[in-house]
């Protein structure tokens, strides 16, 4: 468990960099083979806050333990209100509801921005844990896409989960 879930800030940028760093270089749930630098993550940081979507750091004992963000699903007009979700938690955290809580925190962070469908687009579908997570939070398995990608010596495959957010299809979104 966190002690704190907040939305992220500049401050937080060192720790987020080094928890995705630690993803690239030793994990697949990003197909990105180096890490970014931190200007390069100051950088995704500020268009996604500048495009009002949320962005969570969860802090246990005074450090950053993971953070989340959802972000455009798509850039074209139509998908205005779908939304992908990213979720990194650090090695030392994991396995203890810190994914859980930021996740949980996300949807309901994406539904006040009146968001209606979150798509989680999990690279490595060996990875049972989050696609375990996502179901736990009501995520459905939508598809499955086959030896996309080439990292670490293998072909990883993508699983592609969908929710529907907030009233999702029951009327037209203000979010475009």
Do not use: N
């Not at 209100?81 to 030392?92: H, K, W």
């Not at 925190?105 to 006040?112: C, D, G, H, Q, T």
């Not at 579908?125 to 459905?140: D, K, Q, T, V």
């Amino acid at each position: 468990m966190t002690d704190a879930m907040r939305p992220a800030t500049e401050a937080d940028l060192p720790a987020i960099t080094a928890i995705y760093g630690d993803a690239v270089t030793t994990g697949t749930a990003s197909f990105e083979t180096e890490p970014p630098t931190l200007d390069e993550m100051a950088r995704r940081f500020a268009l996604l806050r500048d495009g009002g979507f949320p962005y969570l750091v969860a802090v246990r004992d005074g450090s950053v333990a993971g953070y989340a963000y959802a972000g455009p699903f798509h850039q074209r007009a139509a998908y205005g209100s779908t939304v992908e979700d990213s979720i990194y938690v650090a090695r030392t955290a994991r396995g203890r509801g810190v994914g859980r809580t930021l996740l949980g925190a996300l949807i309901s962070a994406s539904e006040r921005i009146d968001c209606r469908t979150m798509v989680a687009v999990i690279a490595d579908s060996g990875s049972p844990a989050s696609i375990a997570l996502h179901a736990r939070l009501g995520f459905a398995p939508i598809g499955t896409l086959a030896a996309v990608g080439y990292k670490h010596g293998r072909w990883l495959d993508v699983t592609l989960m969908q929710r529907p957010l907030g009233p999702a299809t029951s009327l037209p979104p203000t979010r475009t």
